[in-house]
């Protein structure tokens, strides 16, 4: 009797054991998924704050960064489960099974075990998918890059005018916002040949609307946004690369406004028609701005790198320029959308060429300048805790951003210094200069560009600029006392 009790035992346990190890596998593998998807959310979360935020996105920021947080004790907890089960299986004491035996039968245990283990693995997952999946990695500065998409754009620099963003832009051009704001480009042979076709749909809704007018983050939500949109024949859909460009999404929930406005104006015929124009400037940019050089010259002066570039033109677009940096965790890319400046215009001269490329530029170094400051970003909010002293503008409205704006420009100085003749740096530093003092009201720019230009020189040619930021950091603090 005692010896087929004890096999019954042991043949319990061994079952027991082999749910226990089948458990903790899962455990473990779910527990692997989370993480991944941790990074993931770290990944995108890093956008927000290597960017700035605008007022009316930091409870978002703050409902990211507690999602951050669970996920990780989630994570922990987790992990900590599944090495306990590992623990039982490499020499625990069994009577945690004897009691486990005592208190119901055999098959209840195993159901129980097996049922618990497809909840939770079953719940983990669908977490995984729904949550994590759909509302975090696809949220800004996330993308899925093919290996076709990767083969044909690694290393390369691509400047384009996207459909659906040159859409946006005429939605915003023809409204009554855009007929004054600085954000459009009208003066020009386009904008006149805009308003001929387009002008007699400025009573459609999405026009009407102006979503695009309420504020700055309105603007480029909707605007900047589109960049991640196609046509599919006559319907606007994800172009399933670029899933979001901008915290705030005015685009998406009027895609279909959008889209009957295309189908109703005929806007597709319209980009038809145009497309030489638009190849006759996007040739005339590429040999106007080197923007290859200036990806060159970064890359060896600061720690960032990036798999490729691409620069987002409309003829349209004003005096408004944003920056993003997409990846998916193996290829990355920075996506600049700027104006084309005095390019549009016709021929130009060597000051109006180096202030395209300012323009470009200046967006660009966000994305190798920013996380730097981020290393040094408690030193930075300390010295620039009264940025009002450098800042004297709305925007820009944190002492990161405004030291990040202050440090962007004045490194296109770096550049125009190493590389054009001393004469057009000069011309082009002090209207840099002068535009940053008295049109931006950076009002310290002149005494920052200086410094920083100062220490550039002074430094060791082998040493990266990000070791130029304890130097300037101890200026700017005198500076203030």
């Not at 024949?233 to 959008?258: N, Q």
């Not at 009264?386 to 770096?414: C, H, I």
Request: glycine share 6%; aromatic share 14%.
């Amino acid at each position: 009797m005692a010896d087929t009790r004890k096999q019954k035992t042991e043949r319990i346990i061994k079952r027991l054991t082999f749910l226990s190890f089948v458990f903790a596998g899962v455990l473990t593998v779910v527990g692997v998924l989370w993480v991944r998807n941790l990074f993931a959310i770290g990944r995108c979360s890093y956008g927000f704050f290597s960017y700035g935020l605008y007022a009316e996105g930091v409870f978002s920021v703050g409902i990211v960064s507690v999602g951050v947080f669970s996920v990780g004790i989630v994570s922990l907890g987790v992990f900590s489960v599944g090495l306990l089960s590992l623990g039982l299986l490499l020499g625990w004491p069994w009577c945690l099974f004897e009691r486990l035996l005592k208190s119901c039968s055999v098959r209840r245990s195993i159901v129980l075990v097996a049922v618990a283990g497809v909840c939770v693995a079953g719940l983990v997952h669908l977490l995984n998918r729904t949550v994590l999946r759909d509302h975090f990695d696809r949220q800004i500065g996330h993308a899925t890059y093919s290996k076709k998409y990767v083969a044909n754009n690694r290393g390369k620099c691509i400047v384009e005018i996207p459909e659906v963003y040159e859409l946006a832009n005429v939605i915003i051009a023809v409204s009554d916002h855009g007929q004054s704001s600085f954000q459009v480009h009208r003066d020009s042979e386009y904008f006149t040949r805009v308003m001929k076709h387009f002008g007699q749909y400025r009573d459609h809704p999405v026009v009407k609307e102006q979503i695009f007018a309420g504020n700055f983050s309105s603007y480029l939500g909707f605007r900047t946004n589109s960049y991640c949109y196609m046509f599919e024949a006559d319907r606007i859909r994800l172009d399933g690369i670029h899933w979001k460009a901008e915290w705030r999404d005015t685009f998406k929930p009027r895609r279909h406004l959008v889209e009957d406005f295309a189908t109703k104006s005929r806007f597709r015929r319209f980009y038809r028609d145009n497309m030489l124009y638009y190849q006759e400037q996007i040739a005339k940019y590429k040999k106007e701005v080197p923007v290859e050089q200036m990806w060159q010259w970064l890359e060896k002066r600061f720690p960032a790198r990036f798999d490729s570039y691409r620069v987002v033109l409309s003829p349209l677009c004003g005096g408004t320029h944003n920056t993003q940096d997409f990846s998916d965790g193996t290829f990355r890319e920075a996506v600049m959308f700027v104006a084309m400046g005095p390019i549009l215009e016709g021929e130009i001269d060597q000051i109006e060429r180096m202030s395209a490329a300012r323009i470009v530029f200046t967006e660009i170094d966000h994305n190798y300048v920013n996380p730097v400051t981020d290393i040094f970003e408690g030193r930075v909010n300390k010295v620039f805790a009264d940025y009002k002293r450098w800042n004297q503008q709305k925007g820009y409205s944190s002492p990161e951003m405004t030291f990040n704006e202050y440090m962007t420009w004045a490194v296109f100085a770096l550049y125009a210094y190493d590389n054009y003749q001393q004469q057009d740096f000069e011309i082009i530093n002090e209207k840099m200069t002068e535009q940053m003092v008295n049109s931006r009201k950076f009002v310290r720019f002149r005494q920052f560009n200086d410094k920083l230009l100062e220490l550039y020189k002074e430094r060791d040619q082998t040493k990266p600029i990000a070791e130029l930021y304890p130097k300037v950091l101890n200026w700017a603090q005198m500076m203030q006392e």
